[in-house]
């Protein structure tokens, strides 16, 4: 039941001074400089700005909050009054306009780029693509860590070429064209899907050749000290990661084929790694299969080094064997590579005598262990189609079908030949020893 109403000029000081209603009552107080414009206050002493007004068109005023106080300030509500009143002028219902304004924003939320993104995440796992975990981990790190709360629909081809320019100054040159290839991919599947409102992609004007340059082969392998460093550095490293390097190192394969391997892949008593294939790189015009790793005997004390989980069959885990690796879980952990390389090299050099504030450790990617292992062997004298064969290559002029065992022994030889070169490169003999000829 509600009580009386008054009229006053309202101001905040008259607003504090107004007490509670009496018990089960509520009364009103009109603003006599602002007709229409008024406070209930209920027994509890809330106090609710009102407008009395006819809403929709209605014949009879009916009232209307616009908020409570001090949540709104007068001047607030004052405004937010003369705003209504302009709505119904115009024949508008406040009420369904603020629905709308509403819906927008539950819109806009619905369709921030952080949504999207997790869509496309979604979409690329339901598709059981190889790099659907590396890409995940590129998205939310370059993309989604600096739009998370911006609209889809609002990000713009300058903010893209922001984020690969940046990765090109920061000498970065191979992943900014994997920037490029993955948000100009994530915009064509999100036209495709007709969920966001996209039209045009803002990658469509972008030119890679104008933004990183061209796209030049990568040259890069591990100079002897970097190797001796790696070594070093991988030897003191904890597992997974030492080990899992160290192999990475040994067998030339690549990360994920490494990463996700399980016991079950490996027979110590034959020393070979079989890599199914849904590991395996797709290549095309080159019919997929596993791939046969011989494993030399370096490489096998590494993996009898590794623990054996009674929970899970993987090698290298955080769950005692039962999910392996990501490749989300790499970045980090190269990066803390990189830094202790630098420092071993460092003081390898302070120990040679060389001026340490001289050494640096230019970028390379895990890939670039793959190029130095074949690399030396070329230096070992290695036959092409062994060093391709090995490192999984596609040959020209040679058909993309392949027997499970090509080159198999010349392969484990090819490996042990590069394993004994890392050994004579990583723990060279002393200085001081000199190797006799015989005497004739």
Not at 25 to 31: A, G, R
Not at 214 to 233: C, G, I, K
């Amino acid at each position: 039941m509600e009580g009386g109403m008054a009229k006053r000029n309202l101001t905040d000081r008259t607003l504090k001074a107004l007490k509670p209603a009496p018990a089960g009552k509520l009364y009103d107080v009109w603003d006599t400089g602002f007709p229409g414009f008024g406070v209930r206050v209920s027994d509890t002493g809330r106090k609710t700005f009102v407008l009395a007004a006819r809403f929709n068109g209605s014949s009879h005023p009916t009232r209307r909050a616009l908020g409570s106080y001090p949540a709104i300030s007068l001047a607030d509500a004052h405004e937010k009054a003369r705003a209504w009143l302009k709505l119904i002028a115009a024949g508008r219902d406040p009420a369904v306009i603020a629905e709308q304004a509403r819906q927008a924003e539950l819109r806009k939320q619905s369709n921030t780029f952080t949504a999207a993104a997790e869509a496309f995440i979604r979409h690329i796992h339901r598709q059981k693509l190889r790099s659907a975990g590396e890409m995940e981990h590129q998205l939310r790190q370059e993309f989604v860590a600096r739009w998370p709360k911006r609209p889809v629909t609002e990000i713009t081809s300058n903010d893209i070429k922001k984020v690969i320019r940046e990765a090109v100054e920061r000498d970065a040159k191979y992943a900014a064209f994997k920037h490029f290839a993955l948000i100009r991919r994530f915009f064509n599947w999100a036209i495709g899907t007709d969920d966001y409102g996209i039209e045009v992609n803002p990658c469509s004007r972008l030119k890679p050749a104008d933004l990183i340059g061209e796209r030049n082969s990568r040259t890069r392998t591990l100079s002897d000290d970097e190797l001796r460093a790696f070594w070093r550095v991988t030897g003191r490293w904890d597992y997974p990661y030492g080990p899992l390097y160290r192999l990475l190192v040994l067998t030339g394969v690549r990360l994920n084929e490494i990463a996700g391997a399980s016991w079950s892949e490996i027979d110590l008593a034959a020393r070979t790694l079989k890599v199914p294939l849904g590991r395996v790189k797709k290549v095309k015009g080159q019919e997929p299969h596993p791939r046969l790793v011989p494993l030399s005997d370096a490489a096998v004390e590494v993996l009898e080094s590794l623990p054996r989980f009674k929970s899970g069959d993987h090698l290298f885990s955080f769950s005692a064997g039962r999910r392996p690796l990501k490749p989300n879980q790499f970045s980090d952990p190269k990066a803390k590579l990189d830094k202790k390389m630098l420092h071993t090299m460092q003081a390898m050099a302070r120990k040679r005598g060389d001026d340490h504030r001289r050494v640096t450790l230019p970028h390379w990617i895990n890939h670039d262990v793959r190029r130095t292992m074949r690399t030396h062997l070329s230096a070992l004298k290695v036959a092409e189609e062994v060093r391709e064969t090995l490192l999984e290559h596609v040959r020209p002029g040679i058909k993309g079908v392949y027997d499970l065992y090509e080159y198999a022994d010349e392969k484990r030889e090819a490996l042990i030949l590069w394993s004994a070169r890392l050994r004579s490169i990583v723990d060279p003999p002393p200085a001081n020893v000199v190797e006799m000829k015989a005497r004739a």
